[in-house]
């Protein structure tokens, strides 16, 4: 799992455009799937707290977690807490206010899928 992240971030770094990306503060509609591949929806609130951190809260499921965020370049990361375990997520900054990840927590195989929208 540590060589999926790391060539992850590897490969966000090398396809990196020339123009940075921006994340705008607000809230966001989820889209993504579990570990097992089960879906779920809700919506993450970003807070900027600087050019390139944040911090992020996500409800979904009736679950909230919460997280501190960092934008490099097209690349955005948070790390969290959810419940009991520490789970990293990081996504690829597109235009129009989508973030489109990949996520993972500790103690758990594999990866989920996660896209925020900008809500209007």
Avoid at 15 to 44: F, H, I, K, R
Avoid at 74 to 96: I, M, N, P, S
Wanted: hydrophobic share 40%; glycine share 14%.
């Amino acid at each position: 799992m540590k060589r999926l992240l790391a060539c992850a971030l590897l490969g966000m770094a090398v396809t990196s455009p020339a123009a940075a990306q921006t994340v705008s503060a607000g809230t966001y509609s989820v889209e993504g799937t579990n570990l097992d591949g089960s879906a779920y929806d809700g919506t993450a609130t970003i807070t900027l707290t600087s050019d390139t951190t944040c911090v992020i809260e996500w409800t979904t499921g009736g679950t909230t977690s919460q997280g501190v965020c960092m934008l490099h370049d097209d690349a955005f990361a948070a790390g969290y807490v959810l419940e009991d375990a520490v789970g990293l997520v990081v996504y690829k900054v597109r235009d129009g206010g989508v973030l489109d990840g990949a996520w993972t927590i500790t103690g758990k195989d594999g990866a989920g899928t996660e896209t925020l929208t900008l809500q209007q």
